[in-house]
């Protein structure tokens, strides 16, 4: 698959192309928050179950565990009432995470899902791929007819999903970025 580059790392390289190793493992969680609706004047803080202060709190926490080259993102949320006058009773949040090995997307979840956030969360897991590598002879072969063009392309983790990791699950793929 010859694709776009999606992020800034070839411009940065000063190179046109880079070789994909592998797609890297990504889940997407969703979490459903149950609060209280209660009037916004008339509720003293102590007494608010705020569905939308917990969903704050999970998603900072959730991205404070980003890092070791783990990307954490709240990709969306949704509030129930949609009021500006009432405490929100309940919160939706979705959470993306995408990591070079599976393993350490499956840690930043077990690590999400046991967060204390002040209100009772349920989690729900969305999507799951463990990524895949791609096929190493035919990345060999790239990474050759690269330097006979005078540049020797990269090897990358790419972080987003593409079509060429489901061939990859039947047959040999291999896919390259081009500097955006």
Known sequence: ELHIDQTTELERAGVPAGVVRRL????????????????AGTTPPADRR???AAAA????????????GLV??????EVEPNALTTVPARASVW????????ARVEAWRAEVEGLDVGLPVAFALES???????????RSRLMALSEELGTRAPELECYAGHDAGLIAARLPAAMVLVRN
Not at 72 to 77: E, F, K, P, V
Not at 95 to 102: E, Q, V
Not at 128 to 138: H, I
Request: proline share 4%; glycine share 8%.
């Open 24 to 39: 890297t493992s990504r889940l997407r969680l969703r979490a459903e928050i149950e609060g209280r609706a209660d009037h």
């Open 50 to 52: 705020d569905a939308l």
């Open 57 to 68: 709190r999970l998603i900072v926490a959730a991205l404070d565990r980003s890092g070791d």
């Open 72 to 77: 954490a993102t709240a990709s969306r949320i």
């Open 95 to 102: 959470l993306d995470a995408r990591a070079p090995d599976a």
């Open 128 to 138: 799951q791929s463990p990524g895949c590598e791609f096929d190493a002879g035919l």
